[in-house]
């Protein structure tokens, strides 16, 4: 199990580290004293962070990388494992939301979200695990699916089979990894209050300004921030949890789908049900 308290000298990398989730977990790990690697795709945000963590005293490599792009992650690779044996903890956080069903949803919008969300998290695995695994010296692998994997919705029907996907990987992977002394973590955050939902894209009925805004208003209102869910994350990889939920709405959900799978659908169901009569009420 890796302790997260103190991560002096530890080497950590995450994607998508511009923004919300990621930025707050690299800023977090920072202040625990970890030597950075951060990468997406903002080069602006991502710039922000190497600023930040650089005030801190700490050190910071900070590259632009599509984790959709195999040419990417092999070119980040290369530079990390010129500098240090391999990192110790590796957090595959990078992603994008799309909202919307099957009947909603193009077969771009299924290669965009599949490319980014399953097969970047698989991308950053090839390209960092091996290292891990020849040193002999554990570590740990942390990839960000989400609620949706838990209770799977209608209204994010692309996404929560991606998220799916990831849940189902980090599983199998942290069985193969236990061998050669390296956890792995599913995290599943709930409803989490970071620019995603701006950035997500929307497809069908929920595809309107006025349904972007209203969902915006229900994550501000939820509060649940960046920053506690990056705590949070480290204190799963410290428990060394294979499956993490974050936030009450999360463990709840996790909590169904164990006690009562039909109960969960049932309950998604009203849910896919009643949104789709806010978003066909006339205004
Ligand atoms: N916010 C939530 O409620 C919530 C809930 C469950 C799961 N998640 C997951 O948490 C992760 C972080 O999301 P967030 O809420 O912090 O959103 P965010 O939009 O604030 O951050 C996501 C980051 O990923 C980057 N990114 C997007 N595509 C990329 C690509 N191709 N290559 C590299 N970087 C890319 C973005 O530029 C952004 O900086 C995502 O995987 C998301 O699906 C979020």
């Not at 939301?97 to 695995?125: A, Q, S």
Request: proline letters at 3%; charged letters at 25%; glycine letters at 10%.
């Amino acid at each position: 199990m890796m302790e997260t308290k103190n991560l002096e000298g530890r080497s950590v990398l995450v994607s998508g580290a511009a923004s919300g989730i990621g930025r707050a977990l690299a800023l977090e790990c920072a202040r625990r004293g970890a030597r950075l690697v951060i990468c997406d795709v903002n080069e602006k945000g991502l710039g922000e962070v190497e600023t930040a963590v650089r005030e801190m005293g700490r050190e910071v490599l900070a590259r632009r990388v599509d984790v959709a792009k195999e040419s990417d992650w092999r070119e980040l690779a290369t530079l990390v494992h010129a500098d240090r044996e391999c990192v110790d903890l590796l957090v595959n956080n990078a992603g994008v939301g799309l909202g919307g069903g099957l009947l909603d949803t193009t077969i771009e919008d299924w290669d965009w979200i599949l490319g980014i969300n399953l097969r970047g998290v698989v991308l950053g695995c090839h390209f960092f695990v091996p290292r891990m695994v020849e040193r002999k010296r554990g570590g740990h692998v942390v990839n960000v699916a989400s609620m949706a994997a838990l209770a799977p919705s209608e209204t994010l029907v692309a996404y929560s089979t991606t998220k799916s996907a990831v849940l189902g990987f980090s599983e199998a992977l942290a069985d193969e990894l236990q061998w050669h002394g390296i956890g792995v973590t599913g995290v599943c955050p709930g409803f989490i209050d970071t620019p995603i939902v701006a950035s997500s894209v929307l497809r069908g009925p929920s595809a309107s300004d006025e349904a972007r805004a209203q969902a915006q208003a229900f994550y501000r209102k939820r509060g649940y921030t960046a920053e506690r869910t990056a705590i949070n994350i480290l204190k799963a990889v410290a428990r060394g949890r294979i499956v993490a939920p974050i936030s009450p709405e999360s463990w709840f959900a996790f909590g169904l789908r164990r006690a009562s799978p039909s109960a969960l659908r049932y309950l998604m169901r009203r849910m896919g049900e009643r949104l789709r009569r806010e978003l066909a009420a006339p205004r």
